[in-house]
C-alpha cells in the first residue's frame, strides 16, 4: 500500500478531480453533502472560514494498493477511516472516493485541516506520516507489503517498461498539483521539480509558447503524450480555470 499525501489551497479544484473522474464511487464521508462537487466544495468551505488564516487547508490522500491484494470497498472505507484517525483527521470533514481508472486499485480522501471549531490538524512531516501509517495499514489490515513489489528502478512485478512507468508518474504529478488549486505555470514547474520533473516549454522565435514537455529519469515526453488534457494549451486553460475559483473563495 502507498500513500501520496498533498497539502493545497483550493477545494473546488480537488472535490472536481476526485468526484467528476469516471467510475468515480463515494466510499465515505463526514460533515459534506455529495449531490454534486460544487455542493461538497461548498460545505468545506464553509468549515474552513472557522479559521481563515489557515491557507493550505486541503488534506489529500492517494492511497494505492498492491495488485494481488483483495480489496473490497468495505476495506477500503475501513482503511480510509483507519488512516484518518491516524492523522488526526476523523473528527474533520472528508471524503473517500474510489477510482478505477488505473490498473492499481485505488482511493482518495479529502478532508479539511480546519476542523468544525476553527482547530487545525497538524501538517508537520506530513508526508513521512503518510508512509508510515500505510507501513502500519498494511500490518494491520493483512495487506501487501508494497515496497516489496520494486525489483529495480526500472521495472516493478508488473514489467511496466521504464518510459510508461515514467509517463504515468508524470501524469498522476500534474493531476495532484492541478487538485491542490495551483494556478500558474511557475506553480506547476515548481510542485513537479520537487518530486524530479523538469518542465520545458517550447518557445518560438517570436516569444510564442506552442508547446511543453516533461523529463523524469532522463526520459523526455511531451505534454500531449503524457495525456490528451495536458497540452500546454490545454493545461493553460486548467490553471486559468483554477485562477478564477481561487479568486472566487477569497471574495
Known amino acids: 500500500m502507498i500513500g501520496k499525501t498533498n497539502i493545497g489551497k483550493s477545494f473546488g479544484g480537488c472535490i472536481r478531480y476526485v468526484m467528476e473522474k469516471e467510475q468515480a464511487e463515494v466510499l465515505e464521508q463526514s460533515g459534506v453533502r455529495i449531490d454534486s462537487p460544487q455542493m461538497t466544495s461548498e460545505d468545506f468551505n464553509l468549515i474552513r472560514k472557522q479559521n481563515p488564516q489557515v491557507e493550505n487547508a486541503v488534506w489529500h490522500t ?9 480489496v473490497t470497498n468495505e476495506l477500503m472505507g475501513e482503511v480510509a477511516k483507519e488512516y484518518l484517525k491516524k492523522m488526526g483527521l476523523k473528527d474533520h470533514q472528508y471524503l473517500v472516493v474510489r477510482h478505477k481508472d488505473q490498473k492499481h486499485k ?85 510542485g513537479l ?33 503524457v495525456d490528451r488534457n495536458f497540452s500546454y494549451l490545454k493545461l493553460k486553460r ?9 479568486r472566487g473563495l477569497e471574495l
Open 106 to 190: 485505488h482511493l482518495h480522501i479529502v478532508a479539511n485541516r480546519v476542523g468544525f471549531h476553527g482547530e487545525v490538524a497538524n501538517d508537520k512531516w506530513y508526508k513521512n506520516r503518510t508512509a508510515q501509517v500505510c507501513d502500519e495499514l498494511e500490518k494491520k489490515f493483512g495487506l501487501i507489503v508494497a515496497r516489496e513489489q520494486y525489483h529495480s528502478k526500472d521495472q516493478t512485478l508488473d514489467k511496466i517498461p521504464l518510459k510508461h512507468q515514467t509517463k504515468i508518474e508524470i501524469r498522476e504529478a500534474i493531476k495532484e498539483r492541478l487538485s491542490e488549486g495551483i494556478s500558474s505555470m511557475d506553480q506547476l514547474k515548481e
Open 193 to 225: 521539480a520537487r518530486e524530479g520533473i523538469e518542465t520545458k516549454l517550447q518557445v518560438q522565435s517570436t516569444g510564442r509558447i506552442n508547446g511543453i514537455s516533461f523529463r523524469k529519469n532522463e526520459i523526455a515526453i511531451k505534454g500531449s503524450a
Open 62 to 70: 492517494s492511497i494505492s494498493f498492491a495488485n494481488q491484494d483483495q
Open 238 to 246: 486548467q490553471l486559468e480555470s483554477n485562477q478564477q475559483l481561487n
